[in-house]
């Protein structure tokens, strides 16, 4: 018989779900509705081919050598995989050498005398691991994806890689509000900080993060299968999500963007307002001090202003990062037609929430100078005792202030020759 060629993808099949960077997937991505428009053309070819008689056998040949499989599943000829492939090409580049130097910089570079600053680099650490999991697992499937759609990664890969994703986006999202507080508690209450942020519960730390974020997506490891559609003679194999209910989907999807996105990102820039102004403010309280001591804290102070700045920025780029995809995906799975312009850009969006892995670390370089800082501090520290830092002043210095960069040391000087 004819085939129809009014002949259309099933409901169930039009718009399967895709990877996301809250919570989920790895099915069709670019282009569903383009896939459509093609498979329709393509068997109206067909059609005519049955009813034509001289080409039926060129297009049989055609569909028994695979050119017809090759025509629906292959994107890399359209504009779309192009600049998709170029971005992503860019963004893995940047992500793999600029994450991996990052660890190589904050794992180096270990200061006991500075504990609060200590605990901040091993959650930065943690933060990078995060996005170098992204960057080497995520981002080349997802292209790889884009360019061939039907799933040829196997069901292993299948759950893994939505589960990976999520769950490193929610310890990114977990690690920078543990850094945020971090901070807050080192500005706020310093000596109280140095107690609750020792090496050992901040180790302690991260593996709850670890646990907590696999505990919120440990639903998409069994809810996302490996399945196949068949489309004419051609089997293609899917990986899409497959809830009892489409309400528990929804319900789970608005619950991740609550609880990994909305809550965080709040609660981050909320304390990181709390502490940038403590930390403005603070230099008002030493005008009374001796040079030597305002030189010592006005060095303190610059890098704790550098690595607030750090963590605002790194909250800000996460929360521009990931709200477009997050937006997105809750459009799709409210609605049974999603509109055209959100499939369409659904792709790019989800570059963008990955790409944060790759932003990361080009903040990581505005702590360049904290390598620096403390060869400079120990070397003072050193010499504080032939220098009698005691005797320059009547006064005696703060606790948390001792410790000056090279920068103060014409200060101290100055003070000396004075006397």
């Known amino acids: 018989q004819p085939l129809d060629s009014n002949y259309r993808i099933s409901e169930r099949h039009k718009y399967p779900p895709n990877i996301t960077g809250n919570n989920r997937n790895m099915n069709f991505t670019a282009g569903l509705l383009?896939?459509?428009?093609?498979?329709?053309?393509?068997?109206?070819?067909?059609?005519?081919?049955f009813h034509g008689g001289e080409d039926f056998t060129n297009d049989v040949f055609l569909h028994q050598s695979g050119e017809l499989e090759r025509l629906l599943l292959l994107t890399i000829k359209e504009?779309?995989?192009?600049?998709?492939?170029?971005?992503?090409?860019?963004?893995?580049?940047?992500?793999?050498i600029g994450n991996l130097m990052a660890i190589r910089m904050l794992a180096c570079q270990k200061s006991k005398r500075m504990q609060s600053i200590s605990a901040t680099r091993s959650l930065l650490i943690n933060l990078a691991v995060c996005d170098l999991m992204v960057v080497c697992i995520c981002m080349p499937i997802t292209l790889g994806h884009t360019i061939y759609t039907a799933w040829i990664y196997g069901d292993l890969l299948c759950r893994a890689v939505p589960f990976i994703q999520a769950m490193s986006v929610s310890a990114s999202v977990l690690s920078l509000t543990v850094i945020s507080v971090n901070r807050y508690y080192s500005v706020h209450s310093p000596l109280n900080s140095l107690s609750y942020f020792t090496q050992k519960k901040i180790y302690i730390t991260i593996v709850c993060v670890w646990i907590l974020s696999s505990a919120i997506c440990a639903p998409l490891l069994f809810m996302i299968k490996l399945d196949v559609i068949h489309l004419i003679d051609i089997t293609v194999p899917i990986c899409r999500e497959l809830w009892p209910q489409a309400r528990l989907k929804q319900v789970y999807n608005v619950l991740l963007f609550v609880a990994l996105y909305c809550i965080p990102v709040t609660f981050n820039l909320i304390i990181s307002f709390l502490t940038g102004r403590k930390l403005w403010r603070a230099s008002q309280h030493f005008a009374d001090f001796d040079p030597h001591s305002q030189a010592m804290h006005a060095s303190h102070l610059k890098m704790r202003k550098k690595i607030a700045k750090v963590v605002v920025t790194l909250v800000l780029l996460f929360a521009v990062s990931?709200?477009?995809?997050?937006?997105?995906?809750?459009l799709i799975d409210r609605e049974v037609h999603p509109p055209h312009w959100v499939l369409q850009t659904r792709p790019f969006v989800q570059w963008l929430g990955l790409t944060n892995s790759s932003l990361n670390p080009i903040c990581y370089c505005f702590l360049g100078d904290l390598s620096r800082y403390h060869q400079r501090m120990l070397t003072v520290l050193r010499s504080s005792s032939s220098l009698k830092l005691r005797n320059l002043s009547g006064d005696k210095v703060p606790l948390f202030l001792i410790g000056v960069p090279t920068t103060a040391r014409w200060c101290l000087s100055k003070a000396s020759q004075r006397r």
């Open 34 to 49: 383009k896939k459509e428009l093609l498979l329709s053309n393509a068997l109206l070819s067909l059609n005519a081919s």
């Open 79 to 96: 504009p779309t995989t192009i600049a998709l492939t170029v971005m992503y090409s860019l963004s893995f580049v940047v992500g793999f």
């Open 322 to 330: 990931w709200l477009p995809l997050y937006v997105a995906d809750i």
